[in-house]
C-alpha cells in the first residue's frame, strides 16, 4: 500500500519531507502520491488525514512550511549580524542561498502574504529597496562631509569615521551622472 511506502521512507530519513518526483526503489511515486493527498485533503477520511498527520515531517503546506524555515535562516542572520542586509551571494552553513531567497522576496513583494510582508519588515535594517537605501546613505554621509568641510570635494580614497567610502561613493556618482 502507498502508505506502508511513506512509512519506510520516514523510518529511513525521519521526516516525511519527500521530494516531488522521488520514486522508491520500486517504482512507486511516492512525491507523487503525497501531493495527491494533500489535494484530496479535504476528501480524505479523518482516518487517513490522521495517518498522515502521525508522520514525523508530515505537512499539508509545504510552500508556507518552506517560507516558514527560509525566514528562520533570516532571523538567524539578522540575529548574528545585526541587520537583515543580507548579500546577494550568501548561503548558510548548510548550502542555502539565504542572499538570493532575500532577494526573491523583495522581487515578489506584491505577491507575498501581508503576513510575511510584515514579518520581513520587522525584521532589522530590512529594506524593500536596497539600492534607494544605500543612495540615501551616501547622500546624507556627503552632507555630513559639507557641513564639515565647506564643499563636496571628496577625495577618491576617502574614507569617513563610520567605515562608509564617501570618495568611492561620489566617484560612482560623478561617472553615473548622466544615467
Known amino acids: 500500500e502507498a502508505f ?18 522521488f520514486k522508491t526503489k520500486d517504482g512507486f511515486g511516492l512525491g507523487t502520491w503525497i501531493s495527491n493527498q494533500r489535494i484530496k485533503k479535504h476528501s480524505l ?12 515531517g508530515w505537512s499539508w503546506d509545504v510552500i508556507t512550511d ?7 535562516r ?13 548579500p546577494t551571494t550568501f548561503k548558510t552553513k548548510d548550502g542555502f542561498r539565504l542572499g538570493q531567497w532575500v532577494g526573491v522576496q523583495r522581487r515578489d513583494k ?3 502574504f501581508t503576513e510575511s510582508r510584515k514579518l ?45 567610502r564617501l570618495g568611492q561613493w561620489v566617484g560612482v556618482q ?6
Open 110 to 112: 506584491d505577491s507575498l
Open 174 to 179: 560623478r561617472r553615473n551622472k548622466d544615467s
Open 4 to 21: 506502508e511506502h511513506l512509512q519506510k521512507f520516514v523510518n529511513k530519513t525521519g521526516s516525511a519531507k519527500v521530494e516531488q518526483r
Open 66 to 72: 518552506q517560507w516558514t524555515e527560509n525566514f528562520e
Open 45 to 56: 477520511s479523518t482516518e487517513r488525514r490522521s495517518l498522515l498527520e502521525s508522520c514525523k
Open 120 to 164: 520581513l519588515e520587522s525584521l532589522n535594517g530590512w529594506s524593500w529597496d536596497v539600492l534607494t537605501d544605500r543612495w540615501n546613505e551616501g547622500f546624507e554621509h556627503l552632507q555630513e562631509f559639507v557641513k564639515g568641510n565647506g564643499s563636496a570635494r571628496v577625495q577618491k580614497r576617502f574614507t569617513n569615521k563610520e567605515g562608509f
Open 74 to 86: 533570516l532571523r538567524e542572520f539578522v540575529k548574528k549580524n545585526g541587520s537583515a542586509t543580507v
